[in-house]
C-alpha cells in the first residue's frame, strides 16, 4: 500500500485497493513507470458524467467512445442512446463503466511494464 501512496496519492477506494494489489511485486523503477503511464491512461469519473450527460444535447455515446466502446458508442449514437434509456442507466452506472475501463487499463499497463522493466535486472545487468 506504501507504493500507491508515494506513487499515486490521489486513488481512493476500491481502485487504490486493485493499484496496491498489482503494485505489491514491483520494484521501485516499476512501481514509478506505472505510475506515469497509468495516469494517462486513467479515466475520470467525473468526466464520463458528463460525456454522459451530452446524450441530452444530441450527443448519445461520447461516453462510450471516450472509454474505448466504439461499438457501443455508434449503437448509441444511431439510436439516440437506445432512445435515451441507456443513457438514463448510463448516468446511475457511469462510476462502474470507469472502473471496470481503469482496472482493465491497470492490468495491461501492470502487463506491459512488468515485461518492459524485468525485476531480477538492474541497469548494470542488460546487455
Not at 486513467?42 to 464520463?48: A, G, L, M, P, Q
Not at 439510436?79 to 438514463?88: E, M, R, S
Request: net charge negative; hydrophobic share 40%; charged share 20%.
Amino acid at each position: 500500500m506504501s507504493k500507491v501512496i508515494k506513487y499515486m496519492p490521489e486513488l481512493q477506494g476500491e481502485e487504490q485497493l486493485t493499484i496496491a494489489r498489482l503494485m505489491t511485486e514491483m520494484t521501485e523503477e516499476q512501481a514509478e513507470q506505472f505510475s506515469r503511464v497509468y495516469r494517462e491512461r486513467r479515466k475520470n469519473e467525473t468526466t464520463v458524467l458528463l460525456t454522459t450527460l451530452l446524450a441530452f444535447v444530441g450527443l448519445a455515446g461520447i461516453n462510450r467512445f471516450y472509454l474505448g466502446q466504439v461499438g457501443m458508442g455508434i449503437a448509441y449514437l444511431f439510436t439516440a442512446g437506445f432512445c435515451l434509456i441507456g443513457t438514463i442507466v448510463d448516468i446511475f452506472n457511469y462510476r462502474s463503466l470507469t472502473s471496470v475501463y481503469n482496472e482493465k487499463q491497470a492490468l495491461d499497463v501492470g502487463m506491459m511494464i512488468q515485461g518492459a522493466f524485468p525485476a531480477g535486472l538492474t541497469n548494470g545487468d542488460e546487455s
